[in-house]
């Protein structure tokens, strides 16, 4: 059920108002904001400091983040990133649920300041068809609680937003960064091997070599070959082409830039070439593999598990 304009705009004042701080365990919060916007056109390109989860509850529209363009629709659940370039746009306007935030580091669990730092290193943070999700049940709720004649128990506000916050970072953390996610065996990577995967989802549009990014890393060439082999098994040029076809499937899902674009963004020389690796890898062409996320054939929500599968089918 789509909240009243009513109740997000009473909600929000309580909130502003009262719920401006979240103990944990396992993490603490300190609160910039809420917000339950209606009929919200859009806003120029902006950054900010801090974390911002977004729920669409009604209407459709866009979210440009770093100059790439997702589709807005009921359900669709989103965080911008600290220090990340981005706006909506909606035609009809969209009734828009949000908060600002920031972990406490000094008191949260280690575990958990370490997953906000593997989160601000995800290309995006984005998540279609979460209207039964645990956060979005729990953000509705807040809402109806917050919007009532009468608050009985303030500690049940807060309660109910630190679960939103912590349902909402664990779901991003498993599924909104799709395919860059760090999971399964990248997250024994060791620093080194971190460091040399932030450069190369930097530079895929680029030809890397494994010279460049061993002295990128202050490492030999030697060692960089037996660090993928020990922790990934995996050759430099088999890991390269696995992050460009993850790239290209992110892009393909979220964003309406052609196949032609993509497989010059993530790298490949030619549109034919791209379609035929990421065929080879994937057991689908990127026209129809498209088509199957967005006519839900492929669920949401199980793509990553999707692609990691692929992957490990072609080490296999």
């Known amino acids: 059920m789509v909240p009243s304009i009513a109740a997000c705009q009473k909600s929000s004042l309580y909130l502003n108002e009262h719920v401006t701080s979240l103990q944990g365990p396992p993490a603490s919060f300190f609160i910039h904001y809420w917000g339950g916007k209606p009929r919200h056109r859009g806003n120029t390109p902006h950054a900010h400091s801090f974390f911002e989860i977004c729920y669409v509850a009604d209407g459709v529209g866009t979210y440009i983040h770093n100059g790439i363009t997702y589709p807005l629709r009921q359900g669709t659940l989103y965080c911008s990133k600290p220090n990340s370039s981005h706006h909506i746009e909606s035609d009809s306007g969209m009734l828009l649920l949000f908060v600002a935030f920031d972990i406490i580091q000094e008191a949260s669990d280690p575990e958990v300041v370490e997953m906000f730092d593997r989160l601000n290193r995800f290309h995006h943070l984005f998540i279609a068809d979460t209207e039964q999700s645990a956060a979005v049940l729990t953000w509705k709720a807040l809402i109806d609680y917050c919007s009532g004649e009468k608050i009985d128990y303030p500690k049940v506000a807060e309660k109910l937003a630190h679960s939103l916050l912590l349902t909402s970072?664990?779901?991003?953390?498993?599924?909104?960064g799709s395919v860059t996610a760090e999971n399964g065996t990248e997250s024994i990577y060791s620093g080194a091997l971190k460091e040399a995967k932030d450069y190369i989802m930097s530079n895929l549009s680029h030809k890397l070599t494994?010279?460049?990014?061993?002295?990128?890393?202050?490492?030999?060439?030697?060692?960089?070959?037996?660090?993928?082999?020990e922790q990934l098994g995996l050759t430099f040029p088999s890991w390269i082409r696995n992050e460009r076809i993850k790239r290209a499937a992110y892009l393909l899902v979220y964003t309406d830039i052609n196949i032609e674009d993509i497989s010059s963004e993530v790298g490949f020389e030619t549109v034919h070439y791209f379609s035929k690796v990421f065929a080879d890898l994937m057991n689908i062409t990127p026209a129809k593999f498209r088509k199957a996320v967005r006519s839900n054939e492929l669920d949401f929500s199980l793509l990553h598990r999707y692609l990691q599968a692929a992957v490990n089918r072609s080490l296999s």
């Open 169 to 176: 970072l664990s779901m991003f953390s498993r599924y909104g």
């Open 210 to 229: 494994i010279k460049e990014l061993a002295q990128e890393i202050h490492l030999s060439e030697r060692q960089l070959s037996r660090l993928l082999s």
